[in-house]
Every structure is written in C-alpha cells, then in structure tokens.
C-alpha cells in the first residue's frame, strides 16, 4: 500500500524519534534508520537532504507542540503564578510521554551532529523562559509581591531541564512529574 505524500516524511520522522527512546544511547545512523524503515538510506535523502534535517524536523515538532500548549495555557489562565506552573507541568508531562524528544531537549541526541541544531534548541528554550519570565511579572502585578522575573524564571527553566536530564539519565525510569507538587510550592511559592 502505497503511502500518501508527506506520510513516508512523518514515518521517518517518528521511527527516528522511537529509535531515541532507547536507553541504551546507540548513536543512531541514516543507515540504521533505514534498516529500521525497511528503505535504502538513498529513500530516506529522497525526504530530508540530510540527518540534521531530520533532527530539525524533530525540533520543529517539539516546538510546534509545546509553543501550541503554552500558548493555550497563556489564553486562557489569567493569573501569572498558575500560568507559570501549567507551563512548568506540561513540560515535565511532554517529556514524561515522549521519551525520545526528550533527548534531543537534552541534547544526548544532538552530540555530534549539526551544532546549529543545539543552537535551535538554546533558542527554544530561551522563548520558554521568556513566557516564564511574562507570567511572573503578570503575577507581580496580580500579587503585588516581588518575585525577580528574570532570576525566577531562570531558575523554573533550570528545573524542568534538571528533571529532562534526571530522566534520560535514568533510563527513562525517574518521571519528570515525580514530586513535582511539592517542589514548585518550595520553588518561590507556586502553590495553586
């Protein structure tokens, strides 16, 4: 059964993102994707010009979806403190639920590939914590206490990379969401 246009690219897509979720952390070639496709890797060029085209693609999808959820949390939360820990949580959950993506967040599957690709992501995660920081300041303003936007949306980022890692580290076994309650309230007093 023939596979409609922009199927075969999806397909490649997500076998490579299945590939990543490997604890194991075999470095993953255009030929071991094909062979997992059952394409000749010549098939696989016929769809991205290169393996950082793929990876791209991948980024592209992480960014599509977490911008997409970030931004519904944004519309529809008024208050900047729960803002702040909605954003905090759906990126503990993407990753919990998408393990490869995971370690391209973490950049364990970017090593050794195009350095424009990790400079894609620091991108990505400048713009999280750039909302960070526009839902705390709101939360000032709601609040009146100070909170040190800057620092504090620093240090909200700094967390939900430290669990990214803690859980690719772990085999995929220390889930993101474990604890999390707690350590938001303890972290500046995010409590709902």
């Given at each position: 059964?023939?596979?409609?246009?922009?199927?075969?690219?999806?397909?490649?897509?997500?076998?490579?993102?299945?590939m990543?979720?490997?604890?194991?952390?075999?470095?993953?070639?255009?030929?071991?994707?094909?062979?997992?496709?059952?394409?000749?890797?010549?098939?696989?060029?016929?769809?991205?010009?290169?393996?950082?085209?793929?990876?791209?693609?991948?980024?592209?999808?992480?960014?599509?979806?977490?911008?997409?959820?970030?931004?519904?949390?944004?519309?529809?939360?008024?208050?900047?403190?729960?803002?702040?820990?909605?954003?905090?949580?759906?990126?503990?959950?993407?990753?919990?639920?998408?393990?490869?993506?995971?370690?391209?967040?973490?950049?364990?599957?970017?090593?050794?590939?195009?350095?424009?690709?990790?400079?894609?992501?620091?991108?990505?995660?400048?713009?999280?914590?750039?909302?960070?920081?526009?839902?705390?300041?709101?939360?000032?303003t709601?609040t009146?206490?100070?909170f040190?936007?800057?620092?504090?949306?620093?240090?909200?980022?700094?967390?939900?990379?430290?669990?990214?890692?803690?859980?690719?580290?772990?085999g995929?076994?220390?889930?993101?969401?474990?604890?999390?309650?707690?350590?938001?309230?303890?972290?500046?007093?995010?409590?709902?």
């Amino acid at each position: 059964m023939a596979l409609k246009p922009g199927e075969r690219k999806q397909q490649i897509l997500e076998t490579l993102a299945k590939m990543l979720e490997s604890p194991k952390r075999e470095k993953i070639t255009t030929a071991s994707l094909a062979a997992r496709l059952e394409v000749s890797e010549a098939a696989l060029y016929r769809h991205f010009p290169s393996k950082a085209r793929m990876f791209d693609g991948l980024i592209e999808f992480i960014e599509h979806t977490l911008f997409g959820l970030i931004n519904k949390i944004t519309s529809e939360e008024e208050e900047g403190l729960r803002q702040a820990r909605r954003i905090v949580t759906i990126l503990l959950l993407f990753a919990e639920k998408n393990h490869g993506m995971t370690r391209v967040l973490t950049g364990d599957a970017l090593v050794n590939e195009d350095a424009n690709l990790q400079a894609r992501v620091n991108q990505l995660f400048d713009r999280i914590e750039s909302t960070l920081k526009q839902s705390l300041r709101i939360a000032e303003t709601q609040t009146g206490r100070k909170f040190d936007p800057e620092s504090q949306a620093n240090l909200l980022l700094c967390f939900v990379i430290g669990r990214w890692h803690q859980f690719a580290k772990s085999g995929f076994k220390r889930k993101p969401m474990e604890f999390v309650q707690q350590q938001l309230t303890l972290l500046y007093g995010l409590e709902e």
